[in-house]
């Protein structure tokens, strides 16, 4: 429960809200948000039985908890599942929301309102037993006014959500249900900036100037007109270092009961450009004055940057050519499932930016508010993607059932709520659409355009088409030699501002002949299959899949296991190498978005049950990197690497591939127990080197040299038996707000501190303090043990244990325990 009121203090907007449990404003900045968390203290119902039905009742049994909140991540693994294999052989179901809560009455006079991120899927919403509305789309944010409901002083709310996932399949990939983004209280004046109220643009962008233009919508509910003063102020910095640079303001009457547009400019001189090296940011902050006093104060982040696509030089941000070198991303964070956690991100794209990794695709939905705001500060070129499908469906219950309804409403607000993140550079109106190959599709696509152009002109169109190019994929270099080139319809419309390639490598040199006069962007790459830590003895190159995908799997491999060579690639893709070849080889490839950054529930693709999560990422579902990681840290970024594998655990004389990726160096050499094996060069374009001998157990050891001088060192040794374990958190000390993570790695080690990677011992955890275990996690894409408990079988000597804080301060103390293992404890400070 909670209590509200407004103030004004120094000329500023102050909302203040007295709440039982800590609750705090979305923003540690000097300025202070109208909009407050309302995440805290609901109550859940899950209809687990025929007897609830559609309803719920005086007997209804609650339980007290968060949101965001995931119910589907609390349950078993069902091969039956109604979702299936694609949904992550997790169940769905209806669920029911509620919150207790009161509101000052000197707030009676303001607007109230409540905001929800994201609800999986098909939510409605009650206050006091007033319907306010419903929404299909889970991923998509949206605004209730709930003013004129409530009641005001000591008596009580009561809010009430429905959230409908029980119809399955809806989903190609794991969904999660329930209130799983972050929930909002908003208050304001009667005179206010609308929701997604401003829209900033850079037109003009040089060293020495940049001139900014506010398009600013204001809201006036009073019944009376009003004459305002709107003043709009920019800001450079963060937190309490924000340094104010230029103001303009501008008088308006606005009529009653009315919404009114108002444009403003600043010239900013000597602008700090935001980049993908130094993401920099500025913030606008809008004030509403009514007879000298501020009623209104909005905030808007917003960076400084010119960019275009280039025909021949791909793409050029502030003048400078860069490579897009990025990842497609699901939503879901793995243990922690598809309820949003900010440091969750966070934690992904700190692993990805590790890797060289410049950019991300929000594959196949808007993404939550936290992840635009995390690529603006982080600095990811971001393709943010509307829709899987149109109104032709892929899973019997999904988005396009609502579509007619719901689409443009949905596209509307995804614009409105993300255009002003300089971390967006392309909108993607579709992934795959089957429409794409007919005249519907092309009629879809030019509203979806219009819509989109209407609400931003700043940024290039595209959709994920699969593939521009009709080809036949076993021959298509005869294909282009017999000029035999069917064009995808939606390729050749002239909507798109750029064609975006869903696969289809063996094109892209001759994108140039076939769109002459459109850029290129690779939407969609790769589709490499991995499972971390498994390895075939002897790689085989002509291991991979059959050509026809809906034949089984002829990998061979027990366990539902895919080799971590660079070797085994789905029918429609490639291998992680042989696409980032082409790609870095020309200028007007403007770059590639690689399927996936990280591995994600759903989708096990080539399996199927006992199979879970999938195969694809170059990360584990427990955020572990796979050795393919280390070709493209290699490739994409100034670190000097050395990496080899596989491990060096087999039998006697057994014959084993030894894989390395290096960088700024001309050769490596290899020892094994000290006797050298060889030493190879990297010829022509490849991005790694073999050399193939017998086991012998011992220390493999690999010295990269340039010009004859060693640059690195690096070995693996044999492991003996498993030992003791090794806590290592990837933050010691995190903070006290019931939301904070820290994520520890759990490393299985012989008595010498090798990592034994055949370990898959069974690991019990237990927390002393103020704090909980929320996520265990091993990355393996067969077990089907909770991702909620206390416990986890380790994959190839690793596993992952996550510990969220709660309200208070102090230590927490994390054990590990496994039978026949020395246990482990760390210590994690919250503050």
Request: hydrophobic share 35%; glycine share 8%; with cysteine.
């Amino acid at each position: 429960m909670f209590q509200f009121t407004l103030y004004k203090k120094i000329g500023l907007l102050f909302v203040s809200f007295l709440l039982l449990t800590g609750c705090k404003t979305s923003s540690d900045e000097k300025f202070i948000n109208r909009k407050v968390s309302f995440n805290s203290d609901w109550s859940f119902h899950l209809n687990d039985s025929i007897k609830d039905k559609d309803t719920i009742g005086a007997s209804t049994q609650w339980r007290t908890l968060n949101v965001p909140h995931d119910w589907s991540i609390e349950g078993k693994f069902d091969e039956k599942s109604p979702a299936g294999y694609g949904g992550g052989s997790l169940n769905g179901g209806l669920g029911w929301y509620k919150k207790t809560f009161k509101v000052a009455a000197a707030d009676s006079s303001k607007v109230t309102s409540i905001t929800f991120d994201g609800v999986y899927k098909d939510s409605e919403v009650w206050v006091n037993g007033h319907y306010l509305g419903k929404r299909p789309n889970g991923y998509i944010g949206f605004q209730y006014d709930i003013s004129s409901y409530l009641n005001y002083g000591d008596k009580n709310n009561e809010i009430i959500v429905k959230v409908d996932n029980s119809k399955q399949p809806n989903s190609r990939w794991y969904s999660g249900s329930g209130i799983f983004r972050n929930v909002w209280i908003e208050t304001t004046d009667k005179l206010h900036v609308a929701q997604w109220g401003t829209y900033v643009t850079t037109p003009k962008v040089t060293t020495e100037n940049a001139s900014v233009n506010f398009e600013t919508t204001i809201q006036n509910q009073n019944s009376d007109s009003k004459k305002a003063t709107v003043t709009t102020t920019i800001f450079y910095g963060v937190g309490s270092d924000l340094r104010r640079i230029k103001s303009t303001n501008q008088n308006i009457t606005i009529g009653a009961n009315a919404n009114q547009t108002i444009k403003q400019q600043i010239e900013v001189p000597n602008p700090i450009l935001w980049s993908v090296e130094k993401p920099e940011l500025y913030t606008a902050v809008t004030e509403i004055s009514l007879d000298n006093k501020v009623v209104d104060e909005y905030k808007t982040k917003f960076g400084i940057r010119d960019f275009k696509f280039d025909l021949n030089k791909g793409f050029i941000l502030n003048g400078k050519q860069v490579k897009i070198k990025g990842v497609c991303m699901h939503h879901d964070l793995g243990p922690l499932g598809a309820a949003i956690n900010t440091r969750a991100i966070a934690r992904q794209l700190e692993i990805l930016k590790e890797m060289g990794v410049n950019g991300i695709r929000t594959s196949h939905n808007p993404p939550a508010p936290e992840l635009l705001d995390l690529c603006d500060k982080m600095g990811f070129i971001v393709m943010d993607e509307a829709f899987d499908m149109w109104k032709q469906t892929k899973t019997k219950y999904d988005y396009g059932n609502d579509w007619d309804k719901w689409h443009k409403k949905d596209l509307v607000d995804q614009l409105l709520r993300d255009r002003n993140h300089p971390s967006i550079f392309i909108w993607s109106i579709g992934n795959e659409i089957p429409e794409q190959w007919s005249e519907t599709g092309i009629t879809i696509a030019k509203e979806l355009a219009a819509i989109t152009r209407q609400y931003d002109k700043t940024r290039p169109l595209t959709a994920a088409m699969n593939p521009p190019v009709n080809m036949n994929i076993d021959d298509v270099t005869l294909q282009f030699e017999k000029k035999n080139v069917q064009i995808n319809p939606l390729a050749a419309s002239g909507i798109l501002d750029l064609i975006g390639y869903n696969y289809a490598h063996q094109t892209y040199e001759h994108h140039q002949k076939n769109f002459p006069n459109t850029p290129f962007i690779a939407t969609e790459t790769t589709s490499g299959l991995q499972t971390r830590g498994y390895y075939d003895a002897v790689s085989d190159v002509n291991k991979k899949w059959p050509v026809r995908w809906d034949l089984k799997f002829t990998d061979g491999n027990p366990g539902n296991t895919v080799s971590a060579y660079d070797q085994t690639q789905t029918p429609w893709g490639s291998t992680h190498e042989a696409t980032w070849k082409i790609i870095k080889k020309h200028d007007y490839l403007s770059g590639m978005y690689i399927w996936t950054g990280f591995d994600y529930i759903g989708e096990p693709t080539p399996y199927e049950w006992p199979s879970v999560s999938s195969y694809f990422g170059i990360v584990d579902l427990a955020g572990f990197p796979k050795d393919v990681y280390y070709m493209y840290q290699s490739e994409w970024t100034d670190k000097t690497v050395l990496h080899i594998f596989p491990h060096w655990n087999w039998k006697a004389g057994q014959t084993v591939d030894v894989w390395a990726y290096y960088n700024k160096a001309d050769e490596v050499e290899l020892f094994l127990n000290g006797k050298s094996v060889g030493v190879r060069s990297k010829k022509g374009d490849d991005l790694h080197v073999m050399w193939r001998i017998p086991f012998q157990a011992g220390t493999l050891k690999a010295i990269s040299r340039k010009d004859g001088k060693t640059v690195l060192e690096t070995e693996i040794k044999t492991a003996g038996n498993p030992d003791n374990l090794k806590l290592t958190a990837d933050r010691s000390t995190i903070k006290a707000d019931g939301n904070d993570l820290s994520f520890v790695t759990v490393d299985i080690l012989d008595a010498k501190g090798t990592l034994a990677p055949n370990a898959n011992n069974e690991i019990n955890f237990s927390l002393k303090g103020n704090g909980k275990i929320v996520g265990v996690c091993s990355g393996d894409p067969v077990s089907h043990e909770p991702y909620k408990g206390n416990k986890h079988t380790a994959l190839a000597g690793k596993c992952l244990v996550i510990v969220q804080s709660e309200n208070k301060t102090g230590r927490l103390e994390l054990t590990a325990k496994a039978n026949g293992l020395k246990q482990a404890t760390i210590v994690i400070t919250t503050e």
